[in-house]
């Protein structure tokens, strides 16, 4: 089982700052099954990035994805107010098939 | 894109089974996609349950697999989860979504199904 573990737990940041957000992977994992999520309070989660660095439709070019080795990272390049909300990363197994997430990063004001 | 919809009881006993439908609209229930099923809960975050091919092939979360079923009505455009001998650590909010890409795509809004007596 590939654990994702997501860090920090909570940051605290200002509208106009830069966010980094990092998700570590306990074994090595293709990048190609490698997505983040945005969710709001009261909302389902958004998918933002998929394969790693992919913007889903409509995600706003301020969010980009990188990774090296187990390591992934979520990067909002200016943060706008709209962006405090709790951020997920999601792994994709092959075998067996199969999704799972870390536990979040806050990202709040 | 297609919007996604859950239906079902809000309360199911223990030691019960509970069912939810969901509805796919704007769009058909087609082979550019799986459906899936998801929970999420404060203690547990984000779990993610099986899914659904339109061939009808599925594949379930190991450590849940014996208590789930989903299944497709590709004429409704719905299809649905069952979830037997529930006990009070089911309590969640249930999402149906599809996936593409090894990515949940689309989520439908979330409903709060609580295991109780």
């Known amino acids: 089982e590939i654990v994702l573990t997501q860090s920090p737990g909570t940051l605290s940041l200002s509208p106009g700052e830069r966010a980094t957000l990092s998700c570590r992977a306990s074994?090595?994992?293709?990048?190609?099954?490698l997505a983040w999520y945005q969710q709001k309070p009261g909302q389902s989660p958004r998918v933002l990035i998929y394969?790693?660095?992919s913007r889903a439709t409509g995600i706003p070019d301020r969010f980009s994805g990188s990774w090296s080795g187990t390591d992934f990272t979520l990067t909002i390049s200016r943060l706008e107010p709209e962006d405090f909300a709790v951020y997920y990363c999601?792994?994709?197994?092959?075998?067996?098939?199969?999704?799972?997430f870390g536990q979040g990063t806050k990202v709040e004001i | 894109q297609v919007q996604l919809q859950e239906s079902g009881p809000g309360l199911v006993k223990p030691s019960g089974t509970l069912s939810l439908t969901c509805t796919v609209s704007?769009?058909?229930?087609?082979?550019?996609?799986?459906c899936s099923w998801l929970r999420q809960t404060p203690g547990k975050g984000l779990e993610w349950i099986g899914e659904?091919?339109?061939?009808?092939?599925?594949n379930y979360n190991p450590s849940l697999k014996s208590r789930v079923t989903i299944s497709m009505d590709k004429s409704k455009n719905q299809f649905s989860l069952k979830f037997n001998s529930v006990t009070a650590a089911d309590t969640a909010v249930y999402y149906c979504?599809?996936?593409?890409?090894?990515?949940?795509?689309?989520w439908g809004q979330g409903t709060l199904v609580t295991v109780s007596s």
């Open positions: 979504a599809t996936s593409f890409f090894y990515a949940i795509q689309d």
């Open positions: 704007g769009g058909s229930i087609d082979n550019s996609f799986w």
């Open positions: 659904i091919y339109l061939t009808g092939n599925t």
């Open positions: 074994q090595s994992v293709d990048s190609t099954y």
């Open positions: 394969g790693a660095s």
């Open positions: 999601q792994h994709y197994l092959t075998s067996p098939p199969g999704y799972t």
